[in-house]
């Protein structure tokens, strides 16, 4: 399982993009990267998975460099609802196992 | 989209007592689920790997006697926290995969376990 990296935190303002980098260097040819939200009492809640390049959705982009050595979410236009903790893993299709690292807390001030 | 059900949502228990917490999957058939506990402003800690019909796999430091996993349905895995004491107070969180492959895993909403 290849361990990844983050920032502990991070401040951001309302209405702002803000992203956030992992870094995993020895992420294996099989492994993918997903991102996790969780806020405080609650289970982690599934934002975005990929493998390379880029991927979108309604909430987030990922950007995945050719080397697949780091990712970076991207959250658009924050507002003060986004302020939780956000966790980068990496896993390998079929061993199932996600470890969590240290997390990065945003917080968005208005 | 896929569900995972915990219950209780918290609970308050006596030292010496046992505890059972559930975890389903709703609208998915899961064979192995995960088990995870998290203290204040820590990461989530995976504790051990449930598997419908068959041992639970424990990791390293994680008292197999301790913290009773039963995966008895494929909807359906318990964890017992067995003979409680104050230092098990903590927010258990369990969690599933709807699917194979690269599909992610669904987490449900976590148990506050405290013990007095």
């Known amino acids: 399982l290849a361990k990844t990296t983050q920032p502990i935190s991070m401040d951001s303002y309302e209405g702002q993009e803000v992203n956030i980098t992992c870094s995993h260097n020895?992420?294996?040819?099989?492994?993918?990267i997903t991102w996790y939200q969780q806020f405080p009492s609650q289970g982690p809640r599934f934002i975005i998975q990929?493998?390379?390049t880029k991927v979108t959705n309604e909430v987030a982009s990922l950007f995945i460099p050719a080397d697949r050595k780091s990712s970076t979410l991207s959250l658009p236009r924050v507002s003060l609802s986004d302020t939780a903790v956000y966790y980068c893993?990496?896993?390998?299709?079929?061993?199932?196992?996600?470890?969590f690292g240290t997390g990065t807390r945003l917080k968005v001030l208005a | 989209g896929a569900v995972v059900s915990q219950h209780p949502s918290r609970v308050i228990c006596k030292s010496g007592t046992s505890v059972k917490i559930e975890c389903r999957s709703l609208?998915?058939?899961?064979?192995?689920m995960f088990w995870y506990r998290q203290f204040p402003k820590q990461s989530l800690m995976l504790m051990a790997t449930?598997?419908?019909?068959?041992?639970?796999?424990?990791e390293q430091g994680v008292e197999k006697d301790k913290f009773l996993i039963n995966h008895a349905s494929l909807t359906l895995s318990t964890l017992t926290v067995t003979s409680a004491h104050p230092e098990d107070s903590s927010f258990y969180i369990c969690?599933?995969?709807?699917?194979?492959?690269?599909?992610?895993?669904?987490f449900g909403n976590g148990t506050r376990l405290t013990v007095t």
């Open positions: 020895n992420i294996a040819t099989n492994d993918y």
């Open positions: 449930s598997n419908e019909g068959s041992k639970a796999t424990y």
């Open positions: 609208d998915f058939q899961a064979t192995t």
């Open positions: 893993l990496s896993f390998t299709s079929g061993t199932y196992k996600y470890i």
């Open positions: 990929g493998y390379k």
């Open positions: 969690s599933a995969r709807a699917g194979e492959g690269s599909s992610p895993l669904h």
